[in-house]
């Protein structure tokens, strides 16, 4: 199995702040990493496909980026709506693996 | 609109089984990989099955292989795992999630659409 290792498990930050997730692989994934939001008690929301392709709808100032075993997700200008935690997850082979997660707080 | 509705979640006794059902409406259902994803209480997102849009090919994560069984009725536009031989560990929401691409494209690009889960709990 392909193993997802997120860093950092969880992150304060302030509004405006950019912010930075990383991701890595056990194993090249090529560029197939995807990026989800999930807020407390709500369905994960995928937020970027294939590494760095952003889901229709999402605001531009969430970005990735990365291939191979070592991916980043960026929020460009934290948002009040953005306070969250982010799970990557391969799609690269099965059983499909996610990250720990990383949660980001207030500051 | 897209939509995904689970039902059939609840409460089990160790060893156990339980059928969850998701329901399918707003696109070509048939066309997609589908998948169950499950989220025990406090911890992370674990995939757990996915089905093929054909029903021809299935997947599974190790520890629910031989008591888990993933199927589809593409008739009714509908998504359903079986689950015998139950465990606490297999105590979460479980979610029923779209591939985001037609069917040849597999797992490869994630999940776009999402049910709101439903709640197993197996405990004596």
């Known amino acids: 199995d392909i193993q997802m290792t997120q860093s950092p498990s969880s992150l304060s930050a302030s509004v405006q702040d950019r912010v930075t997730i990383t991701c890595r692989a056990s194993?090249?994934?090529?560029?197939?990493l995807n990026w989800y939001q999930q807020k407390s008690g709500k369905a994960p929301k995928l937020l970027i496909f294939?590494?760095?392709n952003l889901q229709t709808g999402v605001p531009s100032r969430f970005s990735g980026s990365g291939s191979g075993t070592d991916f980043t997700l960026t929020i460009s200008s934290l948002q009040p709506e953005d306070f969250a935690t982010y799970y990557c997850?391969?799609?690269?082979?099965?059983?499909?693996?996610f990250g720990g997660g990383t949660k980001v707080e207030v500051k | 609109e897209v939509q995904l509705l689970e039902s059939g979640g609840g409460l089990v006794q160790p060893g156990g089984s339980l059928r969850l059902s998701c329901a399918a409406s707003g696109f070509n259902f048939r066309s997609y990989v589908m998948n169950w994803v499950r989220q025990a209480p406090g911890k992370g997102l674990e995939w757990v099955s996915g089905?093929?849009?054909?029903?021809?090919?299935?997947d599974y994560t190790g520890s629910v292989k031989g008591r888990f069984t993933i199927s589809r009725d593409n008739s009714k536009n509908t998504l359903l795992l079986q689950m015998n031989s139950l465990r606490a560990e297999d105590t979460a929401v479980y979610y029923c999630a779209k591939a985001t691409y037609y069917d040849s494209s597999g797992y490869l690009y994630g999940m776009d659409v999402w049910g709101q889960g439903t709640t197993v709990t197996v405990s004596s």
């Open positions: 997850q391969q799609g690269y082979s099965t059983p499909l693996t």
């Open positions: 294939a590494a760095s």
């Open positions: 089905i093929s849009g054909g029903d021809i090919k299935t």
């Open positions: 194993q090249s994934v090529s560029n197939f």
